[in-house]
């Protein structure tokens, strides 16, 4: 599976502007769901699991299984 770039993480916040107030984890979502065109809870939350500093922002969240991470994308998606 992809591993999170955060050089390519840098680059994707400076190039797209926060309009709608996202946090660094939120961003990040938008990152991997952008770059590796992935749609798929699961195949985000195996990303995301990882690496070390994703999986502090996921336990942050209380985020531990891709039904979560659905959910959170749900609201993100419809706030």
Same mark, same amino acid.
């Given at each position: 599976?992809? @591993?999170? !770039?955060?050089?390519?993480?840098?680059?994707?916040?400076?190039?797209?502007? !926060?309009?709608?107030?996202?946090? !660094?984890? @939120?961003?990040? /979502?938008?990152?991997?769901?952008?770059?590796? !065109? /992935?749609? *798929?809870?699961?195949?985000?939350?195996?990303?995301?699991?990882?690496?070390?500093? *994703? @999986?502090?922002? /996921?336990?942050?969240?209380?985020?531990?299984? *891709?039904? @979560?991470?659905?959910?959170?994308?749900?609201?993100?998606?419809?706030?």
């Amino acid at each position: 599976m992809a @591993q999170i !770039n955060w050089d390519q993480f840098k680059k994707f916040k400076q190039e797209h502007p !926060n309009r709608s107030g996202y946090d !660094n984890f @939120q961003l990040l /979502l938008e990152f991997i769901r952008s770059t590796d !065109n /992935l749609i *798929s809870p699961d195949d985000i939350l195996e990303i995301l699991a990882e690496d070390v500093l *994703s @999986q502090q922002m /996921l336990e942050k969240r209380g985020i531990a299984d *891709s039904v @979560q991470i659905e959910e959170y994308l749900y609201k993100l998606a419809h706030p």
